[in-house]
């Protein structure tokens, strides 16, 4: 068993900045497994925003955050990080983060994931 613990969400204005960590806990070998970040906002479909490999050797945007938003883990603390940067109204959703056992070329589907945390709410004002 994997239990995730989201945070760093909150309320902020267009292009600024937040970083969300997710805490994992449950096993030792939290840091072999690929680490993803998930959102859904209000109405849509919980959408993949970006993954990392157990090693941080390999990492996975989608377009939409490319070039603003960087994904990071600290093993030795089994934190994951999500930093968003230039932030947008449309980036306004729960955010999620989830773990899944390998790194795959199918890491973009919430599918095959099987730990997820309870969110944390990111909300931008234009």
């Known amino acids: 068993q994997v239990q995730l613990a989201e945070s760093g969400g909150g309320l902020v204005q267009a292009g600024d900045s937040l970083r969300l960590s997710c805490a994992a806990s449950?096993?030792?070998?939290?840091?072999?497994?690929?680490m993803g970040w998930f959102r859904q906002a209000p109405g849509k479909e919980r959408e993949f925003v970006a993954a990392?490999?157990?090693?941080?050797?390999?990492?996975d945007y989608a377009d939409s955050v490319t070039g603003r938003f960087t994904i990071s883990r600290d093993n030795a603390k089994n934190t994951v990080y999500l930093q968003m940067n230039s932030l947008e109204p449309e980036d306004t959703a729960v955010y999620y983060c989830?773990?899944?056992?390998?790194?795959?070329?199918?890491?973009?589907?919430?599918?095959?994931?099987?730990?997820w945390g309870q969110g944390t709410q990111v909300t931008v004002s234009s």
């Open positions: 989830a773990t899944a056992t390998a790194w795959t070329a199918s890491r973009r589907l919430k599918s095959v994931y099987r730990y």
């Open positions: 449950g096993r030792t070998f939290i840091s072999s497994y690929t």
């Open positions: 990392i490999s157990g090693s941080s050797g390999s990492i």
